[in-house]
């Protein structure tokens, strides 16, 4: 039988089995991240117009491409088997103020570095300026302003508009604002915010679990610490930390809830799904589930409709996207040769609902056998049902049922997160496809569109499996008498 035990120890070497091996191990994961970024433009490192004295900085080494993705192959492994030896031995491990303090440091020294990983930052910057010109970044795409020395920087989306919500839009015309014409500084303003809302997030999830010590541990472990989620937003500088900054406060705090909740999904729409655990928690209290319903569906309307009614275009063309590296790209090409050409893309979507339901109300029921639902483990189950049924993810997507696993204390679903995590960042080595050195272009026929969509599908199924199994088991346990 594979349960979350079985792949822990898959991902866990024998031969590392004590917790200062999970420091080493997950520590030179985060060196290997830093050094990435320090070594300045490479295959994982878009170059960055401007003055060269204006952070972020780096030693422009020019590395090889090799290099640097050999270096962000072993920060993912060494990643996942030091996060997997860490929670494993939680309670051996050091001190919860220390994995911040240590966490947080990485943070800060990241912001200062120029991003790795993907291209995503010179969109945000992108956007950000259009708004600063007077250009509405929903109908304007980079390539109408190719002479721009920010727009014009933009690699891989330059045909695409914004598809970042309103409360995005204005964190990326505020760094513009800062940055002017300069691309260097504008990422910079906007890796500062990134990096506010990563430790911001840290410090919530490490007051909230501050009554035990051990939780407090893998909170910190799960979210601060987590090599793997330094790499991909600390280091990548991806929105999703913002707008999970705002969830996790919205689940934790008792006031304002509803505008938290209003502005994480004003951030991307996706992290909506959060709001089904404060649901769930106030079915009982109407009132208050007004309230907070209410004021959540306020805070969304305006900013969408300052934003503008093209704000909404986006976010529907977004929602029938379908990734390389996703099982359903294998159901789209099964379809193709079944049927002949075709996209498939509402057959689908259709189906990505479907998957995602059942895996909700699979993931739930487990949860329940292992005790009550409370609002952040009923968020953590729609966040890992749609992580595994969405045509479309990142890696970064994964950020989100992190740091609702430190909140929700599930341990069960740990193994499942850090395994996929770990294939679906091998997937996306690096996501940047700009100088990639030619002999290593398997890494996206091979390894990102046959290899890992084929290990997501098995996991999916093991997923399924365990949370039936769980839930099944637990109906046939006997009640204690009282």
């Not at 422009?60 to 031995?89: E, K, N, Q, S, Y």
């Not at 939780?215 to 999703?240: K, V």
Request: proline share 8%; glycine share 8%.
């Amino acid at each position: 039988m594979i349960t979350p035990k079985v792949l822990t120890k898959l991902i866990t070497p024998k031969v590392v089995a004590g917790p200062r091996v999970g420091v080493v191990v997950g520590g030179g994961s985060i060196v290997a991240t830093i050094l990435i970024g320090l070594l300045g433009p490479s295959a994982m490192v878009p170059p960055l117009r401007g003055p060269s004295w204006q952070p972020p900085y780096s030693l422009g080494v020019a590395p090889d491409g090799h290099l640097v993705i050999a270096l962000a192959a072993a920060a993912i492994v060494l990643g996942a088997i030091g996060l997997a030896i860490g929670l494993r031995h939680a309670c051996r491990m050091p001190p919860a103020r220390w994995l911040l303090l240590a966490g947080c440091l990485a943070a800060v020294v990241l912001a200062f570095l120029p991003p790795s990983g993907s291209a995503d930052h010179l969109n945000y910057a992108a956007y950000g300026r259009m708004v600063m010109l007077g250009h509405n970044p929903y109908v304007t795409v980079p390539a109408d302003l190719p002479g721009d020395p920010v727009i014009g920087a933009v690699e891989e989306w330059g045909t695409v508009p914004s598809v970042y919500g309103p409360v995005a839009t204005a964190v990326q015309a505020l760094a513009s604002f800062v940055g002017g014409d300069s691309l260097r500084l504008t990422i910079f303003v906007m890796a500062i915010v990134n990096a506010a809302a990563f430790i911001a997030t840290a410090l919530v999830l490490h007051r909230f679990t501050r009554h035990d010590p051990v939780r407090q541990r893998r909170a910190a472990l799960l979210w601060t610490a987590n090599p793997l989620i330094i790499y991909h937003l600390a280091a990548g500088m991806h929105l999703d930390t913002l707008a999970i900054a705002f969830m996790v406060a919205a689940l934790v705090v008792a006031r304002g809830k509803g505008i938290l909740l209003g502005l994480g999904i004003a951030v991307k729409v996706t992290a909506g799904l959060v709001a089904l655990g404060p649901a769930w928690e106030l079915r009982r209290s109407p009132r208050r589930l007004a309230v907070v319903a209410g004021s959540a569906l306020l805070t969304v309307v305006v900013a969408y409709l300052l934003a503008g009614p093209d704000s909404l275009d986006q976010v529907r063309s977004a929602s029938q996207s379908l990734s390389l590296a996703t099982p359903w790209k294998l159901v789209q090409h099964a379809a193709q040769a079944l049927f002949g050409p075709g996209a498939y893309r509402v057959w689908i979507q259709l189906g990505s609902y479907a998957l995602l339901a059942a895996l909700a109300v699979m993931v739930l029921r487990a949860l329940r056998a292992d005790g009550p639902l409370d609002a952040p483990r009923v968020a953590l189950a729609f966040a890992v049902a749609w992580l595994f049924a969405t045509p479309y993810v990142l890696p970064w997507y994964d950020g989100l049922a992190f740091a609702l696993l430190a909140l929700a204390a599930c341990p069960a679903l740990e193994a499942f997160m850090i395994v996929r995590l770990a294939v679906l960042s091998l997937g996306y080595l690096p996501a940047r496809q700009a100088d990639q050195p030619p002999d290593l272009g398997w890494l996206v026929s091979v390894v990102r569109s046959q290899v890992v969509p084929w290990c997501l599908l098995a996991l999916t199924v093991l997923l399924g499996w365990w949370a039936w199994k769980t839930s099944k088991a637990a109906g046939r346990a006997p009640t204690r008498s009282a």
